[in-house]
């Protein structure tokens, strides 16, 4: 599995200040953090006023770093482009996202035409929003794919996003997302890659949960066929977590229970099914945990104490 580092975000308001004020020093030490991961994601939203030319500038810092891949994440059109001349010294490059409006999604497959970059393409557009079944997700899939194929944007270069909603917001689109990926993988001859921002599904969700909430889901997904997570690049836990599911060598009862949860989508095993220590702690955690991502249980913020 890839993994793409979020730590640069602009939505987080110290970063946000440290793009503005170009704080190179700030800067570096977060993408030296994220040299584990197989992409840094550079998310600079809108990138106007004061972040006019941010890409260009982060890119260059990125250069020096020894980083594996780059992940471009902007709305603007014009900045992504001014990135992407920049990238030369990078040969692992994804634009971050397309969508199924036709504005969007013709100028950032344009893009990743002209440039021979990877492309992450969500499954939602502006008047349907994030559909509420995997077959409307596969839908806009299948309209996505079309263009890209006209652009010649082979299979392999395509990212899906089933785009995962707070389970605390809504329980049932965790399942739903789920089955997007099984489908997603299974639509497409050669088959396409799928994505998903693990931090999406912990939302809303008390802060001492949702490196538990993220683990599980991404166990699930793994199962399932997910190819790609944009994660927390600190969490050591969830990147041992995906050492171990490709290695497939659990170490813990833990462990074994989080491998055997990939099960669940891609064998159609019933959660019922699956086998546990009962008297490990930290195996009970998770296993409550994937009950309310399959939707068996009622999520509250208190689930793990019930």
Not at 25 to 36: A, D, H, N
Not at 202 to 220: D, H, T, Y
Not at 221 to 235: H, R
């Amino acid at each position: 599995m890839e993994l793409i580092g979020e730590n640069i975000h602009i939505i987080s308001k110290k970063i946000k200040e440290a793009l503005v004020s170009k704080d190179e020093s700030f800067i570096k030490e977060l993408i030296k953090k994220q040299k584990s991961m197989d992409y840094v994601d550079l998310n600079v939203g809108p990138a106007k006023g004061n972040l006019e030319n941010i890409l260009p500038w982060l890119i260059n810092l990125a250069q020096n770093e020894s980083i594996k891949g780059l992940s471009l994440d902007t709305t603007n059109s014009i900045e992504m482009k001014k990135g992407l001349e920049c990238c030369k010294g990078f040969s692992n490059i994804i634009i971050n996202s397309a969508s199924d409006d036709k504005n969007r999604l013709e100028s950032m497959t344009d893009l990743a035409a002209e440039y021979n970059t990877k492309l992450i393409a969500l499954t939602l557009n502006n008047s349907i929003g994030i559909p509420q079944t995997a077959d409307e997700r596969i839908e806009l899939a299948l309209d996505i794919y079309e263009t890209c194929s006209q652009k010649d944007i082979s299979n392999e270069r395509i990212y899906f996003d089933p785009l995962i909603l707070p389970i605390s917001v809504n329980q049932s689109q965790a399942n739903e997302a789920l089955n997007t990926v099984k489908m997603l993988k299974e639509s497409f001859d050669p088959a396409c890659n799928t994505v998903v921002g693990l931090s999406n599904i912990s939302n809303g969700s008390p802060k001492e949960l949702r490196p538990l909430i993220n683990r599980v889901f991404l166990a699930i997904a793994y199962g399932a066929g997910l190819d790609c997570a944009i994660v927390d690049a600190t969490d050591s836990k969830l990147y041992n977590m995906v050492k171990m599911l490709e290695s497939k060598k659990p170490d813990t009862k833990a462990d074994e229970l989080l491998l055997n949860l990939g099960s669940i989508i891609s064998d159609f095993v019933d959660i019922a099914e699956i086998e546990y220590d009962k008297s490990d702690k930290e195996s009970v955690d998770i296993y409550k945990t994937a009950c309310i991502i399959m939707n068996k249980n009622i999520y509250s913020h208190s689930f793990t104490q019930i």
